[in-house]
């Protein structure tokens, strides 16, 4: 239109379905009295010569906030927008993508479980924030074999990480002892610590129980000669013949053990080291 100079000129700019509007061009050296190049309606003053002013419009473009993550921004329609979930803390992983208000996104080359993924714009505002969970603790089963032994310990369920082995819980088989557990073929004390990361069998380990010896030697009781000490005897020990000189005018009747009198060629049950006297 044609405006007399000083005159307040109103500009509106037509914006097509789907589009949006940028800046008027053309309005260097113009005095906006409301609004200004950016707003899609103004006013300015007229100059003293011919003004040509453009809309300038181009695709609508909306704004995506992303909250615990990167990728905030204006995109337009249709768009591919790239959002990055942050680290997670210690002991967290990355859950999934909340959008919010309800919308429902299409995701590309990726889906909402993905820390990094591609959604296409949709022609409004998006907000979407990272969600986090605690990291599943994975738990283990720590089994008891007897190896041979006799009786059961109970699983242990529910392990992860260190664990104490426990004292033995079996009846070892006839001349054994128990020696230590199994763990991998690595011997391992009652008490030991082990790490759990799997599924566990615990085996026992036996030992042939020690034989436990004693000295049996012998007193002359006033008799003299020497009789060598018998060493080594354990459990069951036959009395031999008398091997010292008797006192004058006696002879050997017997042996005493425990102050017991036992003949030669009895029988006694050493149990401890022991004195047999004439």
Known sequence: GEYIAGEEVSISA?????????????TDG??????????????????????????????AEYYVSVSGGSGTGMY???????IVADPPEAGKQFKEWSVGDGKVLRF???????STAKFVMPGEAVRISATYEDIPVTTYTVSFDANGGT????????????????????TAPD??????????????????????????TVTAVWENIPVVTYTV???ANGGTGTMADVTGVSGEYTLPANGFTAPSGKQFKAW??????????????????TTVTA
Do not use: C, R
């Not at 037509?14 to 053309?26: A, I, N, Y």
């Not at 337009?76 to 790239?82: D, L």
């Open 217 to 219: 030697s012998f007193d």
């Open 151 to 170: 009786g059961t310990m109970a699983d242990v369920t529910g392990i992860s990480g260190e664990y104490t082995l426990p004292e033995n819980g079996f």
């Open 76 to 82: 337009e329609a249709g768009a591919t927008v790239t």
């Open 256 to 273: 005493s053990v425990g102050g017991v009198e036992k003949a030669v060629g009895d029988k006694i049950t050493v149990t401890a080291n």
């Open 30 to 59: 113009l005095t906006f009295t409301s609004g200004d190049k950016n707003s899609q309606t103004a006013t300015f003053t007229m100059p003293a010569h011919d003004v040509t002013v453009t809309a300038v419009t181009g695709p």
């Open 108 to 114: 590309t080359e990726s889906d909402i479980t993905s």
């Open 175 to 200: 001349g054994k002892q128990f020696k230590a557990w199994s763990v991998g073929g690595s011997e391992k004390a009652v008490g030991d610590k082990i790490t759990v990361t799997a599924n566990t």
């Open 14 to 26: 037509f914006v097509s379905t789907g589009m949006q509007f940028k800046e008027w061009q053309g």
